[in-house]
Each structure stands twice: as C-alpha cells, then as structure tokens.
C-alpha cells in the first residue's frame, strides 16, 4: 500500500488535537446547576474554549472570568476571557488571578464554583505568597525553564510560591460546592501537577520546593528562601476540610488523543504502536531511544513490524545551552534526525497539542528520509543546530514546520513515527 506521509501525520496529528477539543469534552461532564450562584473561574491554554463550551451548553445563569494564554481567547458573553503571558507571568496574569480568586470568596453552601483548568495555567494564574513579587516568580520561572526541569519539578516550585495553587483557590471558595474540570498536559495525569493543582490537596512540601532550586543550582533571593522555609509556604494537604467539597473530574488526557491518533494510522493501513503516553526526560535523549526502535522495526520487525506507526506523548524538557529558537518538539525531532542520518523509510512528526512549540509560531515539524540532504544542500549544519537548540531554525529552512496556530487545547506532545517497508 503506497502512503501519503505527510497528509498521514498532519491527519494523525488533527485527530489528536480534536480527541482533546474543550467543545468535545466539556459538555459532557458539566454538573447539575446549583440552587444557588454558578461562578465559573479558570485558568490554562484551553480556558477560553472550554469558558465558551460552558456558556453554550450550561441551562441556567452563569458569571465569572479564566485567564489564557495571548491569543488562545474565545468569544464569551457572560464569562470574561482575560489573556495573560506564558510561560513566563506578567502583570496581567497577575491582575487576574486577584480577581478570580476574589470571585470565589463569600458564596455559601448553595452555590457552584466551576474551575476551567488546563495545562498552562500555572503561569497564567500567577498570584504571588506574600512576601514573594511577581519579579521573584518570573526570574525563578525563567531558570526552571532553562534547567531541564521536569513539569512536576516546575510546579511544586511554582504552587510552594504561590497563593492560589496547591488547593488554596479552591479554600477559598469554601463553604461552595467546587467542580474542576481538567485537562491533563501533565505526564500521569496528576491532578495536583496539572496547572500546579490550584483546587487539588498537593502532596509535596515547601523543603521539596526547595530541594529543586538546590538541584538545578537556581538562585533566588534570601526572602524567598525564608518564604519556603516558613509554614506559611505549605500548600493544602490531602484530608484538609476545607476540600472537603471538591470535585476533580479529568475530561481530557494524553492517552485519549494518542488512541484517536492510532485509530487515523489503523485505517489508513499502518499498525499503531502506543509507545507511552507520559514520556518525560531530556529531548534529545529521547530521540535517541525512538530512533533507535524505529531502525529496530525496519529491518527485523520488531516490537511491530512495518508499514507501522509509533506514537507517544508526554512533556521532554530541553537543557538550553545555545542561543537558537526552537521548543522541545523541534529539539526532538531535529535529534531524531540526526540520529538517523537520513534512514530510508521513516519519517516523522513532533508537535505540542496547543499549537505552541515553547514559545515559537509553530506547533513543531515533519521530518522525512530526504530531510538530512536537503538541508545540507542550502548549507544548514543539523549537527551544528542541534547543538545551538535550534530545532526551528532547521526545519524552517527545509520549509517542514507544522503551523497550526492555538489550537484552544492542550493535551502535551505529539509524536508520530512512520516506519514504511
């Protein structure tokens, strides 16, 4: 059977995000409405969508506000859409959740506190402890960024730092009756880690917090340390009362797109293999163990034998030392690259869900046999970019970047490896 692999991937990709859409999940999960007040708050890259999901299907009155991230807004008539940056805070986000964790506050036991949450809203909810600035957060978060941080290491920082994460939001909202729906961009889909867990009991404590920093050799300012040595620092721990009436739900998760994705390449003739759907660790090393498997299926068949996809999801994280563009998706597919110095038969797609590759203007990139040739041919060293982090600068110079724009979701990394005959 002759493939189109481009047109498979960008399908195995669509299918992925739209296994994730707000318009897709939401509805499903929305609660009965309360004989009171519903307040619906919320933070994340999908809270817009999923803000306008509520509003279209939700029978009763409604207010409240989310904040997401420049340019993942949705057209909302009651609930106010605020965008704010990631993933480094700023004033906006800061402005934000002031007001939403003031909205929580004063309602009774009647009343319905609905939290829109996706990955994302760790930045974009970015209330400092007091005693802690909003500088403090964004040098801090700008460090773990570039540390090769995990997503839990980063936020059990960031919750340890804060005073609406780690379960204080929804304290706040106490004696009301608190239903999150969450969006999982977290590998293991922990409810505590997604969006740093603001109505989640969180199991980590300020020394953890402070562990991290020591690790990744990350300064901070002596008042911040004090601020995670004090008891004012801990987060809500499992048992606390006043979560007492919370509700978690997970509606979307990495696994669900990654078996819609399956679905796409199983009939169009190639044998999915679900490799994992939370694989964390440096990106590049993880290219390396993906075309190591890849080889491994071309010439003996094996853990599946070809015309046959491999698929996986998760958050890798890139050690930033050279000064290029490019978000962990492009790192990971420019090392796939070259680790498989242009390999017949594979090819290849790395792309984060939210349309976002880190900070960059495209959701990631496809890599094909040719690749390697083709941009030794206008000049451009993949070894030489690789080692400066510049995974966008390579595929854009091949013309191989996948833009998407926000996709108003976010369900982590997607990646899709076809291994032809």
Same mark, same amino acid.
């Given at each position: ?95 934000? /959740? ?231 998706? /492009? ?43 083709? /941009? ?5 060293? /993949? ?39």
């Amino acid at each position: 059977m002759a493939f189109d692999y481009r047109q498979l991937l960008l399908n195995m990709f669509e299918a992925a995000v739209g296994a994730a859409s707000p318009e897709r999940c939401v509805p499903l999960h929305l609660p009965s409405p309360p004989a009171g007040r519903t307040i619906v708050v919320g933070a994340g890259k999908a809270a817009g969508s999923m803000a306008k999901a509520v509003e279209d299907h939700w029978p009763g009155p409604l207010e409240g506000l989310v904040v997401t991230r420049y340019g993942h807004g949705a057209p909302c008539r009651r609930i106010e859409v605020i965008e704010a940056s990631h993933p480094v805070p700023d004033a906006a986000g800061l402005a934000a /959740a002031e007001r939403i964790l003031a909205a929580v506050q004063g309602l009774t036991a009647d009343d319905l506190v609905l939290c829109l949450i996706s990955g994302g809203g760790s930045a974009l909810l970015a209330l400092p402890a007091p005693g802690v600035t909003l500088a403090d957060k964004q040098s801090i978060n700008k460090a773990l960024l570039k540390s090769g941080a995990t997503i839990s290491e980063m936020n059990c920082v960031r919750k340890h730092l804060s005073a609406i994460k780690g379960g204080r939001l929804a304290a706040a909202a106490a004696p009301a009756r608190v239903v999150a729906l969450l969006i999982s961009d977290v590998p293991g889909d922990d409810p505590c880690v997604i969006a740093s867990g603001p109505t989640v009991a969180d199991p980590t404590t300020s020394a953890d917090a402070l562990a991290i920093l020591r690790k990744y050799a990350i300064a901070a300012p002596d008042h911040v340390l004090a601020h995670l040595g004090s008891s004012g620092a801990e987060t809500l721990k499992p048992g606390d009362p006043r979560l007492a009436r919370v509700e978690n739900v997970m509606i979307a998760a990495p696994q669900m797109s990654l078996e819609a994705a399956a679905a796409v390449a199983r009939e169009a003739g190639a044998t999915p293999l679900i490799l994992a759907n939370d694989i964390e660790g440096e990106a590049r090393d993880v290219a390396l163990v993906h075309a190591a498997i890849a080889r491994q299926s071309y010439h003996f068949g094996q853990p599946i034998a070809p015309p046959c996809v491999l698929i996986s999801g998760g958050e890798t994280t890139v050690t930033v030392r050279g000064s290029g563009r490019g978000g962990r998706n /492009a790192e990971f597919l420019l090392a796939l690259c070259v680790a498989l110095d242009g390999h017949p038969g594979i090819y290849a797609l790395a792309g984060d869900t939210d349309g976002i590759d880190g900070t960059e203007d495209n959701a990631g990139a496809l890599l094909f046999p040719e690749s390697l040739a083709r /941009a030794a041919a206008l000049g451009v060293d /993949a070894k030489a970019r690789l080692a400066d982090n510049d995974g966008y600068g390579f595929f854009s110079a091949i013309g191989d970047l996948v833009v998407t724009g926000p996709t108003l979701t976010n369900v982590n990394d997607f990646r899709a490896i076809v291994v032809g005959r």
